[in-house]
């Protein structure tokens, strides 16, 4: 019985530490303060002119996003976003209202191999933002006609990979 307790401990052990998670920097280069956001994980923050903000992503995290809140104002942890809004929220749980430039990802996916990043203006466009892997390509969105974003649903060809739980750098206003 012993044996087999310590090669479950073991084996647990071994699953933790193959475990691994993506740093995301969040940068805001705009004269204006910008309320971020993220989801799955993140939550959001107030971003002051040259701020930074850094959060923790774990590995096998699909359908995450970051964007940018405008025009918020917050009372304590509840108020409203112009642009962005998720339910009145400062730390969001769910996506924003459109309009919103959304970074996406998708981390550790093909066996914990690869990851996948995009940035889309399906939902609209409300700031300008970089997008970036640490071991990949840079995207740049300065517009809502912006050609390295997603535009329409079915546009594939806007996706970019990286190494799996790479770390990554969004900058609104780049």
């Known amino acids: 019985m012993a044996a087999s307790s310590t090669l479950l401990v073991l084996l647990a052990a071994a699953l933790v ?13 705009c004269r204006y303060t910008v309320w971020p956001a993220a989801t799955p994980v ?17 590995a096998g ?9 405008t025009g918020c104002s917050f009372n304590g942890g509840s108020g409203s ?6 339910a009145g929220a400062l730390s ?5 209202q459109p309009p919103l ?17 995009d940035i889309s203006v399906i939902d ?5 933002m ?3 892997c640490s071991a990949g390509d840079r995207i740049v969105c300065t517009g809502s006609q912006c050609p390295q974003a997603y535009l329409f649903p079915d546009d594939n060809s806007k996706l970019h990979h990286c190494p799996g739980n790479s770390n990554y750098q969004v900058t609104f206003c780049p």
Request: charged share 5%; with cysteine; hydrophobic share 30%.
């Open 124 to 128: 609209g466009y409300n700031l300008a």
């Open 81 to 86: 976003c112009q642009t962005g809004d998720c």
């Open 92 to 96: 969001c749980t769910l996506s924003g």
């Open 61 to 69: 995290t699909s359908s995450g996003r970051v964007w940018g809140r």
């Open 17 to 29: 530490a193959g475990a691994s998670a993506s740093t995301f920097t969040i940068t805001n280069n």
């Open 101 to 117: 430039t959304l970074a996406e990802f998708t981390l550790g996916t093909s066996g914990g191999n690869q990851d996948f990043y």
């Open 42 to 58: 993140g939550g959001g923050t107030q971003l002051n002119p040259g701020g930074t903000w850094t959060i923790t992503v774990p």
């Open 130 to 132: 970089a997008f970036a």
